[in-house]
């Protein structure tokens, strides 16, 4: 119950805002266990605009920091390189998902359960953007497997 309070005001003490050429769906984590020290993040992002965006930083309260990461094969192996920023083109999209571009969630300030969600911030060359991550359990491929 307390901890209920404790996210209820905290979900209140921010100001949502959003980029009206943004739009952002499928935005969620896969539940890990509470020693993590990272969690996978992933979403799908949609620019409405004519022109390109470059998502430039990803920030949070509940995170020490946020990278952007590329998965990418190499002799087999699958290896992890951090993006330092992303176009999303016009009329276009990006999908960060398992496998391929993901955000990655570093160093968790407090424990997540399933169903609550956790706010991050896009910023881009434009403007910045709050969205939600929905924590949802894992499914069996689960990203952390290669950490
Ligand atoms: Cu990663």
Do not use: C
């Not at 949502?16 to 799908?44: F, N």
């Amino acid at each position: 119950m307390k901890g209920l309070l404790f996210f209820a005001l905290y979900a209140l003490s921010f100001s949502v805002h959003a980029d009206p050429s943004l739009s952002v769906s499928e935005a969620w984590i896969p539940e890990a266990p509470p020693v993590a020290k990272v969690m996978a993040g992933y979403l799908e992002i949609k620019n409405k605009s004519d022109r390109t965006i470059i998502l430039e930083s990803i920030s949070a309260n509940d995170f020490e920091r946020v990278e952007m990461h590329q998965t990418i094969k190499k002799n087999g192996m699958a290896k992890m390189v951090k993006q330092t920023s992303i176009k999303i083109p016009a009329h276009g999209g990006v999908s960060f998902r398992r496998g391929g571009l993901h955000l990655m969630l570093i160093g968790p300030k407090r424990k997540f359960k399933r169903g609550e969600k956790t706010r991050i911030i896009l910023k881009t060359d434009q403007t910045s953007t709050e969205i939600d991550l929905v924590i949802k359990e894992a499914s069996l491929d689960d990203h952390s497997a290669h950490h």
